[in-house]
């Protein structure tokens, strides 16, 4: 074997390894389980908060109308995204009252991807802006959920 044919045999291993890791890294970072046509505004306390890669959780706990409670999952960003966006780990703490407008997940489960958290001082920390809808318009206009 030459050194030609073992070095090509490398390289085309490598190529071969980054094309098998890159499929599951793109369909990672799909939103298609998110429903990108609804906007809805969530009030409630924060629950947990979980500032991690490869993403962020922010669980709330809401109380509707008809006075039940339920928690609802908000999928943010990675750490390093969210800092460059302006957030901080220490912005949520348990307890904290929250207002989130975000896309909830299409098969009705209590998750939705964050746009937008507004902190009970009033200040609001953005991801990125809005999703765009399914057709890639703007975003539809933020409904109250509870």
Request: net charge neutral; no cysteine; aromatic share 8%.
């Amino acid at each position: 074997m030459n050194r030609y044919s073992a070095i090509g045999r490398t390289v085309g291993a490598a190529a071969l390894l980054i094309a098998a890791a890159s499929g599951p890294a793109q369909a990672h970072h799909s939103a298609g389980a998110f429903d990108l046509t609804k906007h809805l505004v969530f009030t409630g306390t924060v629950e947990k908060w979980i500032w991690a890669n490869p993403h962020a959780w922010l669980y709330v706990r809401l109380e509707k109308k008809d006075h039940t409670q339920e928690v609802w999952g908000f999928e943010g960003g990675g750490t390093s995204m969210l800092v460059r966006e302006g957030w901080n780990a220490a912005d949520l703490k348990v307890g904290d009252m929250v207002v989130v407008t975000a896309a909830p997940e299409r098969t009705g489960a209590h998750l939705a991807i964050l746009s937008q958290v507004q902190l009970s001082n009033g200040r609001v920390l953005k991801e990125g802006g809005p999703p765009p809808d399914a057709a890639g318009g703007p975003p539809s206009p933020p409904q109250p959920y509870n």
